[in-house]
């Protein structure tokens, strides 16, 4: 593989942008309530999480982005 950082970046953003939503109309799911995360996603800490707390809200979402980002495809 190519060490370039431009040729790096340029592969990590075409393959993230097949993973995400072209706006934020295509985002679905609750905005309110409780969200159990599979054991394979949070394996090592809390697994219900609050969307109506901003704490555990973001804490959702970086362990979702994080188990995204190091998923293979």
Do not use: C
Not at 7 to 12: G, K, Y
Not at 41 to 67: C, E, H, K, N
Request: glycine share 6%.
């Amino acid at each position: 593989m190519h060490n370039d950082p431009r040729s790096i970046a340029e592969l990590l953003r075409a393959r993230y942008k097949r993973r995400l939503p072209s706006s934020r109309n295509e985002l679905t799911g609750p905005e309110h309530g409780l969200v159990e995360l599979p054991l394979h996603i949070a394996w090592s800490g809390l697994r219900t999480l609050g969307l109506d707390l901003p704490r555990q809200r973001m804490s959702l979402y970086r362990t979702v982005s994080v188990f995204s980002a190091a998923s293979p495809g």
